[in-house]
C-alpha cells in the first residue's frame, strides 16, 4: 500500500500513522504518563494473547497487541505527549 511503507513517510509499519497511537490506547493527546501507562496496561491484560482460549479471539488478540505495544512505545518515545 502506497504511502504506509514505514520508511519515513509518517506511518508505522502496521499501517497506524503515529499521531494514532493515542487512539489505539484510547486515550486523548492530553494525557499524563500515568493515564497512559494505565491504559496501556489495561489494554494488554484484555488483548493478551495468553487470556484468549477461543481461535477467533486469540487470532484478533495477536493481531491487536502488537499495535497497542508499537503505541505505547511511540508515545513513550515521544516523550509521552506531543
Request: with cysteine.
Amino acid at each position: 500500500m502506497s504511502g504506509q511503507s514505514g520508511h519515513g513517510d509518517g506511518w508505522g509499519d502496521d499501517g497506524v500513522p503515529p499521531e494514532d497511537y493515542y487512539a489505539v490506547l484510547n486515550v486523548g493527546r492530553e494525557a499524563s504518563p500515568e493515564e497512559l501507562k494505565a491504559s496501556f496496561r489495561r489494554l494488554c491484560v484484555l488483548y493478551h494473547p495468553d487470556k484468549h482460549q477461543r481461535p477467533e479471539l486469540k487470532e484478533a488478540a495477536l493481531a491487536i497487541f502488537p499495535r497497542v505495544q508499537k503505541a505505547y512505545a511511540g508515545v513513550c518515545a515521544r516523550g509521552g505527549r506531543r
